[in-house]
């Protein structure tokens, strides 16, 4: 869980960077577009609230990789927002600030950090709704790309998390349940295959000097090798003095699967791909076989 926890803060921070670049007047592929105007206020209390968050984290030995990486990150914009954002303050900024504080005085008076954290995290969550609505009338105001990596961050930050406890969970799952309904809003008038064929289609022009490489075709034959690793399995299957274990609905069900997916890999698809859904079926019905006949 604690690799999990890291690759949760690298993405999260990681998500920043096109934020950043657009501050910039960049895009994730430095080509020039107009430059996007963080309020300067606005940054620099959600990164004092995170910041708030991960010192209370602190205190009650739950720091993770995802409040780290956002704190890291927080900061960042606030540094570019310095110079590049716009000055003001907001009444959610006011309210914002008054709730941290309220928070920190709770912590201070009652000696429990838990205080700190619930406070900063319920902010979190009620300062979102205004970017809800932003982004409900104009997705455009938002990058997807950016929510897209922080939503990755949040899935495996609750992966990560190691006990269900207010100080453990709080966090993460606030990140979630923020991170989620930005991307429901911001892929709702999508079509998912619209979804699927764009991001296939993006990660096959960055791909395509690298699969044709003599790397990249050896790569890609490794899927050949796929059926060949349930052999232990099968080997279990047909010579195991018990195999109770395996009699489960998953083997009739995978054999299902896959002779879907040979069917449509057979109208449309490659030779080596067919072969390989065609191996997973032998291997499935295998298996399977010799949880009705042992």
């Known amino acids: ?16 960077i ?35 968050t991960l010192v209370g984290m602190y205190f009650k030995h739950t720091v993770n990789g995802q409040i ?37 005085v709770l912590w201070k008076v009652s000696g429990e950090a838990n205080f700190g954290i619930v406070m900063c995290n319920l902010i979190v969550f009620l300062a979102s709704f205004p970017t809800f609505k932003s982004a409900w009338n104009n997705p ?23 006990q269900w406890t207010l100080e453990d969970a709080m966090q993460p799952v606030t990140f979630f349940v923020v991170e989620t309904i930005m991307m429901y809003i911001l892929y709702r008038r999508i079509p998912l295959q619209h979804i699927v064929d764009s991001v ?53 069900l995978m054999i299902l699967i896959n002779v879907s997916a040979t069917m449509s890999l057979i109208h449309k698809g490659s030779w080596y791909m067919r072969l390989v859904q065609a191996m997973w079926v032998i291997a499935c019905a295998a298996i399977y076989i010799a949880t009705i006949v042992r």
Do not use: H
Request: glycine residues 6%.
């Open 1 to 16: 869980m604690e690799t999990v926890n890291v690759v949760a803060g690298i993405v999260f921070c990681t998500g920043f």
């Open 18 to 52: 096109p934020y950043a670049l657009a501050i910039l007047g960049r895009d994730v592929r430095f080509r020039k577009i107009e430059p996007a105007k963080p309020a300067k206020m606005s940054w620099i209390i959600w990164a004092s609230l995170d910041s708030i």
């Open 68 to 104: 780290l990486g956002a704190v890291l990150g927080a900061w960042m914009i606030v540094a570019l927002a310095v110079k590049f954002g716009t000055s003001g303050w907001t009444k959610l900024d006011k309210w914002c600030l008054s709730g941290a504080i309220i928070g920190i």
């Open 140 to 162: 455009a105001n938002e990058d997807k790309l950016a929510w897209t990596i922080f939503w990755i961050s949040c899935v495996l930050a609750v992966i990560a998390i190691p």
């Open 200 to 252: 296939c289609d993006r990660i096959a022009v960055n791909t395509t000097p690298f699969v044709q490489s003599r790397f990249g075709k050896a790569f890609l034959s490794l899927v050949l090798i796929g059926p060949f690793t349930f052999i232990p399995t099968i080997y279990e299957a047909w010579t195991a003095p018990n195999i109770d274990s395996l009699r489960t609905s998953t083997w009739p």
